[in-house]
């Protein structure tokens, strides 16, 4: 009975050690993306020409770069709020930095955009990794709807075919409106094999930490009717 015992917490141990370096991983990784950002220029002066090629191998594409900026401004769903203040270009995603008060506004609004041309027939998702929820994308002006995406982590992606087009992302935020999300471009199989690995790793983190809690709790009963 004590052998079994131990086994069980061990096995309980185990899932609650993996569940916390699922965590770290995925903190690990986002803060590696944004320090690695500002080396990665794909995007100049606001146009992008996609590297069909490197899209075609990889299943991804990164749009990183030079982004046009509207601050306090929401330039397709209201194009006369705040036209005064003009744009400026500035490297996306921007790091996290309160000090940086190209950020602040007192509407929480903010708009980014640039053109894209992507060569072939075919369409792509595009998605913004760490995209806050009251943002919405534009393409050639028109507001896109999340695709229909089984993973509820992975939906906040939206099509776009081949050609060239205008995007435009929006933010509304109670502060800082800085883009901190990461923008990428994907093959449909890499995308959905994406979302697969995404959701794979989100379940095991919640389950595990759902199995820590109770077995906390547990431990915690038995220590005190022990005493």
Request: aromatic residues 14%; glycine residues 6%.
């Amino acid at each position: 009975m004590k052998n079994k015992t131990v086994n069980t917490d061990f096995v309980i141990f185990a899932l609650c050690l993996i569940s916390l370096m699922c965590i770290a991983a995925r903190i690990v990784f986002t803060i590696i993306q944004l320090n690695a950002s500002d080396k990665l220029i794909y995007v100049k002066d606001a146009q992008c020409t996609v590297d069909q090629q490197q899209l075609d191998i990889d299943g991804k594409y990164l749009l990183y770069g030079m982004w046009e900026y509207y601050p306090e401004q929401h330039i397709c769903s209201s194009p006369s709020l705040n036209s005064d203040k003009g744009g400026s270009v500035i490297h996306i995603p921007v790091q996290w930095n309160m000090c940086d008060d190209r950020f602040w506004n007192t509407s929480g609004l903010s708009g980014y955009r640039m053109t894209i041309t992507i060569p072939g027939d075919d369409s792509y998702i595009l998605y913004l990794h760490g995209m806050p929820s009251h943002s919405s994308i534009y393409i050639d002006r028109r507001l896109c709807p999340p695709i229909d995406n089984y993973n509820y982590l992975f939906n906040r992606g939206v099509e776009i075919p081949s050609g060239q087009h205008e995007i435009v992302i929006e933010f509304t935020s109670d502060w800082l409106t800085g883009f901190y999300a990461f923008p990428w471009l994907y093959t449909h199989s890499e995308f959905q094999k994406q979302a697969s690995l995404s959701q794979g790793i989100w379940e095991i983190s919640i389950g595990g930490f759902i199995i820590a809690t109770l077995y906390g709790a547990i431990f915690l009963r038995k220590s005190k009717e022990s005493l």
